[in-house]
């Protein structure tokens, strides 16, 4: 099953996931898959499900020199993580 939430900034979107990965994972359900959410500094933060690993995805500081869009810096060192995991 592959479930999708959308919706406005701040609507409780990561609060519902999170609820429910509890709830179910309690039952005794296993969960894959990623959260992505927003820090108090703007950073955005991807984090895997299954372990609670988190990293940083992108942020508004200039600590990377990796590529930027208009508002974040941006990390590609995850995705070369995750081939390396295979």
């Known amino acids: 099953m592959v479930i999708i939430v959308t919706g406005a900034i701040g609507i409780g979107k990561t609060t ?3 609820k429910l ?3 179910t994972q309690n039952r005794g359900y296993s ?5 992505t959410y927003k820090t108090a500094d703007k950073d955005i933060i991807i984090e895997d499900v ?5 990293e940083t995805l992108a942020s508004i500081n200039n600590v990377y020199h990796d590529p930027r869009t208009v508002k974040y810096f941006s990390i590609l060192m995850l995705a070369a993580q995750a081939d390396n995991r295979s």
């Open 31 to 35: 969960w894959g898959g990623f959260l």
């Open 50 to 54: 299954q372990t609670g690993e988190k």
């Open 21 to 23: 990965i509890e709830i």
């Open 16 to 18: 519902v996931c999170r």
